[in-house]
């Protein structure tokens, strides 16, 4: 039995990277992103589609069990440590507040939008805050992917969409929290305090997270131990997974502790060494985490009604965002073309959607429809921002990117 689990394991997993390189090759020869390929792979592979041939003893050839999830969640790991070596310390304190204002307002903007939209629809309140929640959090790594493609990671709107995009997961965090509370409960709680002490205690955690990160790594990774062959890479990397998990054990998702751990070796000696290594890593797992996104993508439960439900979401999804984080992006820019882009880069979805949708599911407050039509809204948003973020970028000069050195000045 252990073999065959193996086995299928190994075989989901080298289709799901197989099909993700041939369609991102694809997408590359006719001139679009490249996770948009990776994603759309994923969709034709999964066990709903092409993947759901009966193979093994009657089971899908690709399954997605708990283990091919978990792998996709080190892959994001991996995709928000990198991230994290592209902004310094220094950079991210000088972009905390902006990075906050735009990341809340990012929240808070889909949340009530969408909640009061719900509710006057006909929708039950506890419902309705559950597929609010579901439009609050940004999927960093795909933005993150398809600006690292167009060499503007490092551009102000850039590094500001990352900023921006990690204090939204922290909060979304925090909302998810409260959330997932009234639906083990089944009562929605309307005690102010309780929720903004949570939402404080998270951004405290976080805040410790961070100064650690960046007062330890360095002095960690400086040690004269690591000097034999390929030590300070696994150093570096057994550090990024312990400050991912202790960002779990915190109540936070790691990939903000994992970004916290790559902004932290940006200050240590052995920086190109481990930024080289930790890109490696990423030409593997990148496209494995965006195939296993859209793999977890089911279009069979489509209806006339859900296809109405999921147009309003949808279009809740891209303006709130665009508004929630494009308007006061403007006001730290000074320029309404770099404003527009932030407001783009934020309106993915991912996996925090997925999560939320499913926790709602199985407590039985989030019906059929409303779950699928969750489910079209984290597909839709995922899909169109890289093809958008790149036609936002086309008409724009190449920008070069900024030294590594002056960075870490």
Partial sequence: MAESAILHLLITLAMLL??????????RKIGQPVVLGEIIAGIIISPFALGGIPVFDGQPLVVLDETVLQIGEIAAIVILFVAGMNTTPREFMRLGAPSFTVGA????APFFVGYFVFVALGVAVLPAIIVA????????????????????????????????????????????????????????????GNVVFLLLQVLGIYAAILVASVYVVPRFLNSRLWKPHGSAEAAATAACFAISGAAAAAGLSPIVGAFAAGMAVTASKVFHKIREFAEKLEIVFAPLFFAIIGAQVDLRGVNQEVMVLAGVVIAIAVVTKLAGCGLPSML?????????????????RGEVGLIVAAAGASAGVLSGNLYTTVVIMVAVSTIITPVWLK????KDPPEPAAAVEQQAK
């Fill in 391 to 394: 036609i936002a970028y086309r």
């Fill in 332 to 348: 730290f820019l000074k320029n309404r073309n770099k404003a527009m882009k932030v407001g783009i880069g934020m309106i993915s």
């Fill in 105 to 108: 307002l990012g929240v808070i």
């Fill in 133 to 192: 929640t579901a439009l609050t959090a940004t999927s960093i790594a795909i933005s993150v992917q398809v600006l690292n493609e167009l060499g503007r990671l490092q551009s102000r709107e850039g590094r500001l969409i990352l900023g921006a995009a990690v204090a939204d997961d922290v909060l979304g965090i925090a909302v998810l929290s409260v959330v997932l509370t009234m639906v083990n409960t089944g009562e929605v709680s309307a005690d102010i």
């Fill in 18 to 27: 197989f099909a993700a390189k041939l369609l991102a090759s694809l997408m």
